[in-house]
T-cell receptor, first 113, second 112 residues
């Protein structure tokens, strides 16, 4: 089966600009997660979706970050406006049914100058 | 704060040697997972161990779990250069939604 797809793979922007990341989950995976991974650290959960509904977004900086999964399949994560400290890899992961295993995409590496 | 913390942060060994990485966590869990991340890639699930299991094997991987000490270890036997990666433990975050909290990871380098 095809894995989790993410695009773009790399993005360089200047601070205060906007950026959007896209994730296409494994077919049939109802649960989708967005993580932020700062260099040298483990992934930190930003938001979790179950189908098109938000399960948890308590760690999402809502003043600048937003995410949606309108049709319960693809998801986008947006940052507006970006700050220098947003430089990180943004990982999308999905999970099927009651499985505990999460399947990760390759990530989008963001550099904010 | 992170639920799991790996130790050591970095490990460098020769091919053929064994590599042991440790993970400590803070709250009660019903399972613990280990993931690998190659440079520039996403994470890949390696193994899951449940709270009623003390040891689990998968190929060259051996995972132990000591719930009384709130710790787990990942042993990679007969390491290969291809095992060079970062290894993370992950535990269920308290609350709903089957969310995971990842540790800071151990960066393993296996020299040929």
């Amino acid at each position: 089966e095809a894995g989790v797809a993410q695009s773009p793979r790399y993005k360089i922007i200047e601070k205060r600009q906007s950026v959007a990341f896209w994730c296409n989950p494994i077919s049939g995976h109802a649960t989708l997660y967005w993580y932020q991974q700062i260099l040298g650290q483990g992934p930190k959960l930003l938001i979790q979706f179950q189908n098109n509904g938000v399960v948890d977004d308590s760690q999402l900086p809502k003043d600048r970050f937003s995410a949606e999964r309108l049709k319960g399949v693809d998801s986008t994560l947006k940052i507006q406006p970006a700050k220098l400290e947003d430089s990180a890899v943004y990982l999308c992961a999905t999970r099927a049914g009651n499985q505990e295993t999460q399947y990760f995409g390759p990530g989008t590496r963001l550099l904010v100058l | 704060s992170q639920q799991g913390e790996e130790d050591p942060q970095a490990l460098s060994i020769q091919e053929g040697e064994n590599a042991t990485m440790n993970c400590s966590y803070k709250t009660s869990i019903n399972n613990l997972q280990w993931y690998r991340q190659n440079s520039g890639r996403g994470l890949v699930h390696l193994i899951l161990i449940r709270s009623n299991e003390r040891e689990k094997h998968s190929g060259r991987l051996r995972v132990t779990l000591d719930t009384s000490k709130k710790s787990s270890s990942l042993l990679i036997t007969a390491s290969r250069a291809a095992d060079t990666a970062s290894y993370f433990c992950a535990t269920p975050t308290s609350g709903a939604g089957n969310m995971l909290t990842f540790g800071g990871g151990t960066r393993l380098m296996v020299k040929p």
